[in-house]
């Protein structure tokens, strides 16, 4: 649950916070000062940093960000309005809450898979059609697009469905649900950025019209406004720059099967622990036997399995994908004798977790009814062997503890396996 729980709040809410109590705080002409060069500064990482990495969906949010930027300002600060520019003002502002939630689950979707061009050429085909549509319907057609956007279809009972548009709402309501939900169960760091930008570009949207009051006179002041759409939608973007720097780091330092730190963070890691600690290399037995038998996908399985149990271990242990079917674990502080508990409890975890194999006759996707003589599931138990070591006159280096440790683990294979050696 902590976990589940980290990866939909850091670093995205993390940020999203900081930036609500900095303009909670700070004078305004503080962040007028930075709205100088803080939008275009972000813009211009963004694009760098999603071109470097290949993160066009990136590039593309960033840029619907700013079009719902220009337009909101162009469209919604006009002195003294007329009845025909305060309706063009809510065809926008409506079509921008209805759209913008769009763009972050399509982008979403899409990815970054496919060629360059192609990418390319569905993102400014998307946003051009988008900008072209909403420019049409503010100049000539408004008093008909508020007819649609105002159109009540949600129960009564639905809070909020008085005071919002509903395509919005409704709009707003399913793009959060399916960030979060991907958020959680995928944990990765572009869709924690998405789904904060959101959360921020809709805070920009809701305080570009909920804006504050001047003390004298209690008007409307249109420069607390823009302040405040241009800093939410800035902050949105700044989420997805750190996202995709966040990726980034993810895909040097993680393994993408397991999740698990890779081995150049564990090489980190060994750097940062001092004089004392304890390192076990853990091998799954019988592996390529296994992988051979019942295919590599249910090899990765096994892995992932063994990967989760390994995330769990007790002691203060850290555990990396070291290589292959191979894992380590790291005890910053602690001797080979205070880790031997922990391991053996970790042995016996994984010892006692039954592996489901899929029956002969059973279908990859599961049918509407069960169907007799499909095949029954198999239970396997998965073992591994653990050796340990730590720093000592003849393992004084890193290198040399993990070698040491890979002695004690061809020990414990020797020796039978499902074991731990020192």
């Known amino acids: 649950m902590v976990r589940y729980l980290y990866a939909l709040v850091v670093p995205g809410g993390v940020i999203l916070l900081a930036a609500a109590l900095f303009l909670r705080w700070a004078p305004p002409e503080t962040v007028a000062a930075l709205l100088r060069f803080f939008p275009y500064a972000v813009l211009a990482a963004g694009i760098l940093l999603g071109w470097r990495f290949h993160r066009t969906s990136v590039i593309f949010v960033l840029l619907a960000l700013g079009l719902a930027d220009r337009a909101l300002l162009y469209f919604g ?7 025909t520019e305060l309706q063009a003002a809510a065809v926008v502002f409506w079509a921008t809450m209805f759209l913008l939630p769009l763009n972050f689950v399509a982008f979403s979707i899409s990815g970054d898979r496919g060629s360059l061009a192609g990418r390319f ?13 909403v420019a049409i319907l503010a100049t000539w057609a408004a008093p008909g697009a508020l007819e649609l956007f105002y159109r009540k279809f949600l129960p009564d009972w639905f ?7 509903h395509p919005a709402l409704v709009s707003v309501t399913l793009a959060a649900v399916f960030l979060a939900v991907r958020c959680v169960l995928y944990r990765k760091p572009l869709d924690n950025g998405l789904l904060w930008a959101l959360v921020a570009s809709l805070l920009a949207v809701y305080n570009f019209v909920a804006v504050p009051y001047e003390s004298s006179g209690h008007m409307p002041s249109p420069e607390a406004a823009a302040r405040m759409l241009t800093f939410y939608l800035s902050t949105a973007g700044l989420i997805l720059v750190v996202a995709v720097v966040e990726a980034g780091y ?12 890779g081995r150049r963070a564990l090489n980190e890691a ?9 390192v076990a290399m853990v091998d799954v037995d019988h592996f390529k036997k296994f992988n051979d038998t019942y295919g590599h996908d249910v090899g990765d399985q096994v892995l992932k399995m063994v990967a989760g149990r390994l995330e769990e271990v007790t002691g203060g242990g ?4 070291y290589g292959g079917e191979e894992f380590s674990v790291l005890f910053a502080g602690k001797t080979v004798d205070e880790a031997l508990p922990h391991l053996d409890l970790l042995r016996a975890t994984i010892e006692d977790t039954r592996f489901a194999l899929r029956g002969p006759g059973r279908p990859r996707k599961k049918p509407g009814k069960a169907r007799a003589g499909s095949g ?8 591994v062997s653990i050796g340990v070591a730590e720093p000592s006159e003849r393992a004084a280096t890193p290198e040399a503890v993990i070698k040491a440790a890979d002695k004690a683990l061809y020990r414990a294979k020797k020796g039978g396996r499902n074991q731990v050696r020192t």
């Open 77 to 83: 600060l006009t002195p003294f309005p007329a009845e």
């Open 376 to 383: 029954s599931a198999k239970n396997v138990a998965v073992t």
């Open 270 to 278: 060994l750097q940062q622990t001092g004089g004392q600690y304890a």
């Open 318 to 321: 850290r555990a990396f994908r």
């Open 250 to 261: 993810a895909m040097a330092f993680r393994d993408e099967l397991t999740r698990l730190p």
């Open 121 to 133: 050429g569905f993102g400014f085909g998307i946003l051009a059609a988008q900008a072209l549509t």
């Open 159 to 165: 809070r909020g469905s008085e005071s919002v548009a």
